[in-house]
């Protein structure tokens, strides 16, 4: 089944405790990105990733980091996580048709930072 | 820059009335415009997409758009309401040149439906 992966679903953790919330396609998309959702603010893009070591910071970058080793997998690190990064986390992947990118999302990634 | 308006972050209808969720847009380029549907506690699905081609756009579940380049806008609708549409709407708009993957969103309209 060609889906999008996020682990782990719930997560609560201090501020200051590195993490990382992983994700991975099985749909060999080249593109894929990691948005977080505030209540009021809609999605907000927070860097993403054209291809193999290729990433760019989106509208959010602040407070994150990721990499792209692997073409299926594109993990977010947050080095020292704090509570204003309390969110619901999305990765998505895109299919290009033509020029439109078809984004795919993943079920979220709930953090709380306390 | 592009950008996107969702009017109306709840909408209440009743069952078997009409939806319109309303969205208008900005962009200095011939915008992709896309509505995606998220069900409570679940991911985004895309709904339908406007790539340039008919205006009109039928999606999933009985939901259709018009893309209106004269009113910026691309509002999305559905005859008669189900209760299997409550859920939160967001519109988008797709990004710029190299960036064309990314998506810019609204902030959402919530739909609720009356029995």
């Known amino acids: 089944e060609a889906q999008v992966t996020q682990n782990p679903r719930y997560l609560i953790t201090v501020t200051g405790k590195k993490l990382t919330v992983t994700c991975s396609q099985n749909m060999n998309h080249e593109y894929m990105s990691w948005y977080r959702q505030d209540p009021g603010l809609g999605l907000r893009q927070i860097y993403y990733?054209?291809?193999?070591?290729?990433?760019d910071k989106g509208d959010v970058p602040e407070g994150y980091k990721v990499s792209r080793k692997e073409k299926r997998n594109f993990p977010l690190i947050l080095e020292s996580p704090s509570p204003n990064q309390t969110s619901l986390y999305f990765c998505a992947s895109s299919l290009r048709q033509g020029i439109v990118y078809e984004q795919y999302f993943g079920p979220g990634t709930r953090l709380t930072v306390t | 820059a592009q950008s996107v308006t969702q009017l109306g972050s709840h909408v209440s209808v009743s069952e078997g009335a009409l939806v319109l969720l309303r969205c208008n847009y900005s962009?200095?380029?011939?915008?992709?415009l896309f509505w995606y549907v998220q069900y409570p506690n679940q991911g985004l699905q895309l709904l339908l997409k406007y790539t340039s081609a008919a205006t009109l756009v039928k999606g999933i579940n009985g939901f259709e758009a018009e893309f209106k380049k004269s009113e910026t806008s691309f509002h999305l609708t559905k005859p008669s309401a189900h209760m299997s549409d409550v859920a939160e709407y967001f519109c988008a708009v797709s990004g710029n040149g190299g960036s064309q993957g990314n998506l810019i969103f609204g902030k959402g309209t919530k739909l609720s439906v009356k029995p």
């Open positions: 962009s200095s380029v011939p915008p992709y």
């Open positions: 990733s054209m291809n193999v070591e290729v990433t």
